[in-house]
């Protein structure tokens, strides 16, 4: 059990991980080729691009922090729900386990003998499992997954910053767009994978959103540059 949860465990962390590297690929390709649209000023497009990653660092890493502790917060009052009710309705909870697994296409004599089972053993963790798709003590740390965001997203902010100040003029718009849209893709295969989720799906949502913030950020650029 504790070797599951350890996995699962470095499961989210690594989930943070490669979201903050995609946030920080696209927020600062946004940023840089946006400003890189109303000006040809390197020192101008470098340090929008630093204070984009700077300020995304921060953000992300909060926001982490907030959501995993919200969502660890929304755990234990699962917990607590289920404590009451197996309290004071256990049949109805034997019932639901046993139900869920007929519903599955289990033997209805076999599902209730594997019920009885997992009920005898551990009936908390069996009905929380069942009930909420979670185990019971199974908690990412906020902070692990803040600092995980806060390594990621700099490192993600690193390539379409490079890009975009050490590309030739003429092609850095075009060259940073390729390579973002090529780093968009491993992330979001990435984080599919981790979320057993379509792969082919999950890259091209992130590929798609990222050339749309791209597109829309180097256009408005464009028009700021011309008035």
Do not use: W
Not at 1 to 19: C, E, F, G, H
Not at 21 to 36: H, T, Y
Not at 139 to 161: H, Q, R, V, W
Not at 177 to 190: E, M, Q
Request: hydrophobic share 45%; glycine share 10%.
């Amino acid at each position: 059990m504790k070797k599951k949860q350890t996995l699962a465990q470095r499961i989210n962390i690594m989930r943070a991980s490669v979201m903050g590297a995609n946030d920080g690929i696209l927020s600062v390709a946004g940023i840089v080729i946006g400003v890189a649209g109303a000006t040809t000023n390197n020192f101008a497009i470098f340090i929008s691009g630093i204070s984009g990653m700077l300020a995304g660092t921060v953000s992300m890493a909060m926001g982490e922090y907030v959501s995993v502790n919200t969502q660890k917060d929304a755990q234990r009052r699962a917990i607590m729900n289920q404590k009451d009710a197996l309290a004071n309705s256990y049949d109805d909870e034997f019932n639901f386990v046993k139900q869920k697994y007929v519903n599955e296409g289990i033997d209805p004599q076999l599902a209730e003998q594997a019920t009885n089972e997992m009920m005898d053993q551990d009936s908390l963790v069996t009905t929380v499992r069942e009930r909420y798709g979670f185990d019971v003590g199974e908690y990412t740390s906020p902070y692990a997954a803040a600092i995980a965001s806060m390594i990621s997203f700099p490192i993600g902010s690193i390539l379409p910053l490079l890009a975009i100040t050490m590309l030739p003029t003429s092609i850095r718009v075009f060259g940073t767009f390729v390579a973002v849209v090529i780093a968009l893709a491993i992330t979001g295969f990435s984080a599919a994978t981790l979320g057993n989720a379509k792969r082919g799906n999950g890259v091209f949502r992130n590929v798609v959103s990222g050339v749309l913030t791209m597109l829309v950020t180097y256009a408005i650029g464009t028009l700021i540059g011309h008035v």
